[in-house]
Structure formats: structure tokens, C-alpha cells
């Protein structure tokens, strides 16, 4: 079992920037890759960032040039650096790693992006 836990969300204005971080622990072998999923109210859970252990990094078009995804693998850490954020921005935004063909999830972290 993998447990995730995320933190860093709240309330900006926006433009303003946000750093999430999800920790993994439990059994902890290959954690790959980990990811960042966002849920608005009404919306599909759609894909937001992922980065495998080796640093590849995909992003959604919507936040291209905005986020950045990274990790920190001695510490099973997951980091999304948000800026310039925007009111279409708010969702609860989850951790996804896969372990051995399995997902685990986070959950969640509200983020809110007033205008």
C-alpha cells in the first residue's frame, strides 16, 4: 500500500501562484510516474502534470508555460509549482503515483482562484 498526502492548497487571487506537494510513503518501491489530476465542480477528473523518476514531464495544454511538475525522489515527494493562476484554475487537485501496475490517489486539495 502507498499512502499520499497532499498539501499547499487555499485561496489566491488570481495571477497569483501556489505550490502543492503530495508525499508518498508506505511501500515504497517504484513509484512511477507520480501526477497531478484536478476535479472542477460539474468536470471530469482531467490530467494536470506528471513527471517520472527520470524528470520526463507531460502537461495539459491549459497550463503549459503556467505549471511545473517535479520531484524530489529521496523524499517520494511530488511538487506543482502554479503561477499565474486563473479563475478556471479552481478544483480540488489530486496526487496520482503508480506502483507496480496499481494507482493510488491522494485526497485532494482545494484550490481557488478568485477573480
Known amino acids: 500500500q502507498v499512502q499520499l498526502v497532499e498539501s499547499g492548497g487555499g485561496l489566491v487571487q488570481a495571477g497569483g501562484s501556489l505550490r502543492l506537494s503530495c508525499a508518498a510513503s508506505g511501500s515504497i518501491f517504484s513509484i512511477n510516474p507520480m501526477a497531478w489530476y484536478r476535479q472542477a465542480p460539474g468536470k471530469q477528473r482531467e490530467l494536470v502534470a506528471a513527471v517520472t523518476s527520470g524528470g520526463s514531464t507531460n502537461y495539459a495544454d491549459s497550463v503549459k508555460g503556467r505549471f511545473t511538475i517535479y520531484r524530489d525522489n529521496a523524499k517520494n515527494t511530488v511538487y506543482l509549482q502554479m503561477n499565474s493562476l486563473k479563475p478556471e484554475d479552481t478544483a480540488v487537485y489530486y496526487c496520482?503515483?503508480?506502483?507496480?501496475?496499481?494507482?493510488?490517489w491522494g485526497k485532494g486539495t482545494l484550490v481557488t482562484v478568485s477573480s
Open positions: 496520482k503515483c503508480s506502483s507496480f501496475n496499481v494507482d493510488y
